[in-house]
């Protein structure tokens, strides 16, 4: 699974098949076999049961899974509310497809001095990030060490969105006034962009992860480091390159309305912008997988 992911990141070297966490998973497991087998062998009534075999293989499948943990920064929670509202497919997801070890909204597991961050194959980190507060600082810091790949986990993540208006005042921490995307703080593998991102985009990333999809990952990977992002894209990288089809994409996926197509083209309303980036990362001209449609097609 990891070389898998490691694959469509492009950082997996050919020899680079049995990672370093994979190994400490196998062994995390073996080790926890050992002790079951141990404590069986010690109770006079040892006898080898289907319930061990059936536990020990259980234990093996925990390993295999990759684990995701959820952060929640500076965020509305929108994106993980928008993740569970995969009704059709999410028991599926959170049950035999992934292994969820971090997170205090979707499992009661966080980091504090006496209980360490758990290590995870994917961190799926929601909202900006405030210079002044210490926790989030602290908390982005800890698990860009212990993920291997750091997902910017919506647009408030990606690229700041609304928080970047903030100027601080407010009522609960008025000297909290300066909120950055992920990427000027940290390394970003891939982003999930949209305010919030949508429910499929969010089951479709992490089915792709699993079956290792580069194709429908990379426009992901692309954005991760953008950190800037407005209705002025739309006019700087598609309209002025002559690239614009006044297809009205832009438009739709508009969450606020900023957008209206004038004579066949996007026109911004700046006022109602929110920063969230959806209008240029939707636009079928700012990436068009022709490869991987004309390979659908059987072209
Ligand atoms: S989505 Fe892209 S191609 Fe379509 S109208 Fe907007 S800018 Fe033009
Ligand atoms: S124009 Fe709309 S979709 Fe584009 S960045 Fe602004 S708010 Fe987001």
Redesign the pocket.
């Given at each position: 699974m990891l070389a898998r992911i490691k694959r469509w990141l492009g950082l997996a070297k050919p020899d680079d098949d049995q990672s370093k966490l994979e190994e400490a998973a196998r062994k995390k497991a073996e080790e926890q076999k050992k002790l079951e087998e141990q404590k069986l062998q010690e109770s006079e009534s040892y006898k080898p049961t289907q319930k061990t075999e059936e536990s020990s293989q259980e234990v093996e499948n925990v390993a295999e899974k990759p684990r995701i943990g959820y952060f929640h920064l500076s965020g509305c929670t929108g994106d993980v509310m928008s993740l569970s509202e995969n009704y059709d497919i999410l028991s599926e997801l959170l049950t035999n497809m992934v292994d969820i070890v971090y997170g205090q909204t979707l499992v009661d597991v966080w980091w504090d001095d006496e209980n360490p961050m758990p290590e995870m194959d994917l961190a799926l980190v929601e909202g900006s990030v405030c210079l002044q507060d210490e926790h989030s600082l602290h908390e982005l810091k800890e698990l860009r060490k212990k993920a291997t790949y750091v997902a910017a986990f919506g647009?408030c993540a990606k690229n700041g969105c609304f928080t970047r208006f903030s100027r601080g005042g407010q009522q609960a921490q008025p000297k909290h006034e300066s909120f950055v995307p992920l990427s000027d703080l940290v390394k970003v593998d891939l982003a999930i962009p949209g305010?919030p991102a949508s429910p499929e985009i969010i089951a479709k990333t992490v089915v792709a992860l699993i079956n290792g999809d580069l194709d429908y990952l990379q426009p992901m990977m692309d954005v991760a480091a953008c950190n800037q992002?407005?209705?002025c894209?739309?006019q700087t990288n598609i309209v002025n390159k002559a690239l614009c089809t006044g297809c009205g994409t832009?438009a739709m996926?508009?969450?606020?309305r900023?957008?209206t197509i004038n004579e066949g083209r996007p026109e911004?309303n700046k006022a109602?912008?929110?920063?969230?980036?959806?209008?240029?990362t939707h636009c079928p001209r700012s990436w068009f997988p022709e490869a991987r449609i004309k390979q659908d097609l059987g072209l």
């Open positions: 647009s305010c992002n407005c209705g894209d739309l832009c996926v508009c969450p606020t900023a957008l911004c109602r912008c929110i920063k969230c980036g959806s209008c240029y």
